[in-house]
């Protein structure tokens, strides 16, 4: 059980490490593209503070001798900047100067989908725009006196450096490795404290599976003593039923609730009176309709333990018939639990081959010619096909076996299905 937990524990951790490296990574990452764009942002801001503050003076008288001023200051700054395109604009909206470096093709096609005017407002408006492996700022602010008085808007597309924009690959890229690598120290940290305060909890689960385990033998055998002087009853229709399930393929929940069921089939005899029960002699047909009752009674005894709830299915309906004649609810094929259709078949096949107060063991050919005659309307056909393939091998094994090897398989099994 142990190994289980651990097996579980590190799967675990490792979803949530890789989901919080995922969730954290994401956040990371956002929070340095905000942080980066602030940055870029600000070195466009710095590199064209002097230049537009140079121009303004020309723009605001654009005589026919500034604005070739302007046109020159400008070309001169495309060469010696950081920026790629320049455009200025007057207070009306309308182009003055319009510059462009060389092999710029795709950032001015990218710039000109959005309309310039309604870009000029009377706030700066910034863009990142990425061509290929290279990113631009594009800028549009409007000029101002320090009045207020808007005499025209530049504009233009801020390239970042490549060392920048490697060096900003690094730093983002860094800051992620450090989440991931905090995050799995963080998980490696935790796994022994988990294992530790889980110890305590599994031990504790053990043994309450145990002491539910220990009260369903001890009930069990109680009830088998009462109708056949020995345990051995129980245990084999136990393994029996548990060998024909998983030859099956039934899963681990199911399989479970047969093992209950298996175990305390017969508890609600404790209710029946022992000249019923014990009769030598053939039951009358009112001896018959009480006995019946051990079903009802077994339900009621235990159906009020959440634990053994799932037994409810094989206690309740292991003498129904797949043909809807057994009892008590006549119950037909399907509508049956497959647990119930299971034992059914080796409820009826431990005791053909057993001695009973009313009876002698028959002979494993006779009990199996006896079962299988019971096909389709005692019996699930494919169920006791399976059964057929296997009865064989489990008589030989079982049948003859003294209680201390029925007891050390059916604690193998308990420990595989139930402390696993």
């Known amino acids: 059980m142990f190994g289980n937990i651990h097996k579980k524990l590190v799967l675990r951790l490792a979803l949530a490490w890789c989901f919080l490296s995922l969730l954290i ?4 990452y956002f929070a340095e593209h905000e942080k980066i764009d602030d940055f870029v942002v600000a070195l466009a801001e710095d590199d064209s503070k002097g230049f537009i503050a140079d121009a303004m003076k020309y723009l605001d008288n654009l005589t026919p001798s500034n604005a070739a001023i302007l046109q020159r200051k400008s070309q001169e700054y495309l060469l010696t900047g950081g920026f790629s395109i320049i455009e200025f604009y007057d207070k009306d909206k309308k182009l003055v100067i319009e510059l462009s470096g060389k ?3 795709n950032l001015e096609s990218e710039i000109n989908k959005i309309k310039h005017a309604g870009l000029m407002t009377d706030t700066t408006q910034y863009e990142k725009i990425h061509i290929d492996d290279q990113m631009f700022i594009r800028v549009m602010t409007p000029l101002k006196r320090t009045n207020g008085r808007i005499i025209g808007y530049f504009e233009g597309a801020y390239r970042v450096e490549p060392r920048i924009m490697k060096d900003i690959r690094e730093r983002v890229l ?8 905090t995050v799995l120290i963080t998980t490696i940290v935790l796994y022994p404290i988990i294992i530790a305060l889980n110890k305590s909890l599994i031990r504790y689960s053990i043994d309450l ?5 220990g009260m369903l033998e001890v009930l069990g ?13 129980n245990y084999r229709v136990t393994l029996y039923s548990f060998r024909l399930a998983e030859a099956l393929g039934l899963d681990r929940r199911n399989i479970q609730e047969l093992v209950k069921g298996a ?8 209710a029946i009176s022992d000249n019923i029960l014990l009769k030598p002699g053939k039951l009358t047909e009112e001896e018959f309709e009480i006995m019946k009752t051990h079903v009802v009674h077994g339900e009621e005894i235990i159906g009020s333990y959440a634990w053994l709830q799932d037994a409810v299915k094989v206690v309740r309906n292991h003498h129904e018939k797949y043909s809807g004649t057994g009892y008590m609810n006549g119950f037909k094929g399907e509508a049956i639990p497959v647990t119930a259709k299971i034992f059914a078949v080796i409820d009826v096949f ?3 081959t057993s001695k009973r107060p009313y009876k002698e063991p028959f002979t494993f050919e006779k009990s199996m010619n006896i079962v299988n005659e019971g096909r389709g309307i005692h019996f699930d056909p494919v169920i006791l096909d399976e059964f057929n393939k296997i009865a064989q091998s489990l008589y030989n094994e079982i049948h003859g076996a003294d209680e201390k090897y029925l007891r050390d398989a059916l604690r193998e099994l308990i420990n595989k299905y139930f402390n696993n």
């Open 25 to 28: 990574g994401a956040a990371v």
């Open 103 to 105: 092999g710029i093709e």
């Open 174 to 181: 860094s800051s992620l490795i450090q989440v991931v690598i």
């Open 209 to 213: 599976s145990n002491a539910n385990m």
């Open 221 to 233: 055998n109680a009830i088998a003593k009462r109708d056949s002087d020995t345990n051995d009853h």
């Open 263 to 270: 175990f305390l089939h017969d508890v609600g005899k404790i």
């Open 350 to 352: 431990d005791a053909l």
